[in-house]
């Protein structure tokens, strides 16, 4: 069975975001793999049980997902609301469920405290970003998926080439 890729719930147009929207992304690969049936959609958010829509949230601190996940830093909300333990849960349950979907691959939208694969905001809500990883993109490479930004999908299908050679017919 050719391993699938989870992909970031908004990218698919799934109006999961903060703000009640998707953001989809158009780009015939995403159109090939859909047909291929290699895509899974996942929002890590809401599946640590954070409505929708929400208060945007940012890493404190310029930090990071492997900082929060060491316990140096928090999720907060733009209201002041910590959604530390949300966000972990999300994470851990996108890697199970990535894990029972054969998904070797995430393709992430950047700039999300969960999902950013790249870059993500710096925790001061005026659009400062920094490079890191959100907390599901970090949960993500620690279980030895590999992860790419949604600016990132020829290296995706490049990745996905070498691994079909790699596994043989
Ligand atoms: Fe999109 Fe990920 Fe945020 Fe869900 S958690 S809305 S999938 S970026």
Redesign the pocket.
């Known amino acids: 069975m050719p391993p699938k890729i989870l992909i ?4 698919l147009g799934r109006p ?3 703000d009640g929207k998707g ?1 989809p992304l158009h780009d015939p690969l995403i159109e090939r793999w859909k047909a291929e049936g290699l895509l899974v959609g ?5 599946a640590g049980g954070l409505p929708t829509p929400r208060p945007p949230a940012e890493i404190e601190g310029g930090m990071n997902g492997e900082d929060v996940l060491a316990g140096r830093a928090r999720v907060l909300e733009v209201t002041g609301g910590d959604v530390t333990a949300e966000f972990v849960e ?1 994470g851990k349950k996108a890697v199970a469920f990535a894990n029972e979907q054969n998904c070797r691959f995430a393709l ?2 950047d700039c ?1 405290p ?2 950013g694969s790249g870059f993500i905001y710096d925790g001061s809500f005026s659009g400062t970003r920094h490079p890191g990883f959100g907390v ?1 993109a970090a949960l993500m490479r620690a279980a030895g998926i590999s992860v790419f930004s949604d600016r990132q999908i020829d290296q995706l299908f490049a990745s996905l080439g070498e691994y079909a050679v790699a596994s043989g017919p």
């Open positions: 970031s719930a908004c990218l999961v975001r903060y953001k996942y929002c890590p958010e809401q999300g992430l939208i999300s969960s999902c599901t």
